[in-house]
């Protein structure tokens, strides 16, 4: 079983930057490739990143390709996403994931965290 617990969500402005980080726990938890997914109200959980265990190997979606950065340090159990040039379009709320094969489909994804708030006034 791995556990994971998001932080660093919040508020801000359009343009501005905001980091989210997903602390997760477990015996296993540095052998898992991560990931982020987000839910906008009224649409479906999207995939927004994902790297794999190593570190070695990122994906991004296209909507975020550019301004979005993930990367991990497995010695604190850790992942990040770094979010800058952050748009009204990315308001929802991001959910850590972890899975032993990266899909961009939620539906493979094993373990999840409880969710974090990102809102991005205009």
């Known amino acids: 079983q791995v556990q994971l617990v998001e932080s660093g969500g919040g508020l801000v402005q359009a343009g501005g930057s905001l980091r989210l980080s997903c602390a997760a726990s477990g015996r296993t938890a540095s052998s898992y490739a991560m990931g982020w997914f987000r839910q906008a109200p009224e649409k479906e959980r999207e995939f927004v990143a994902a790297?794999?265990?190593?570190?070695?190997?990122?994906y991004y979606a296209d909507s975020v390709k550019g301004r979005f950065t993930i990367s991990r340090d497995n010695a604190k159990n850790t992942v990040y996403l770094q979010m800058n040039s952050l748009k009204p379009d990315d308001t929802a709320v991001y959910y850590c994931?972890?899975?032993?094969?990266?899909?961009?489909?939620?539906?493979?994804?094993?373990?999840w965290g409880q969710g974090s708030q990102v809102t991005v006034s205009s």
């Open positions: 994931a972890a899975t032993q094969i990266v899909y961009y489909s939620d539906r493979y994804w094993s373990f």
């Open positions: 790297i794999s265990w190593s570190g070695g190997k990122t």
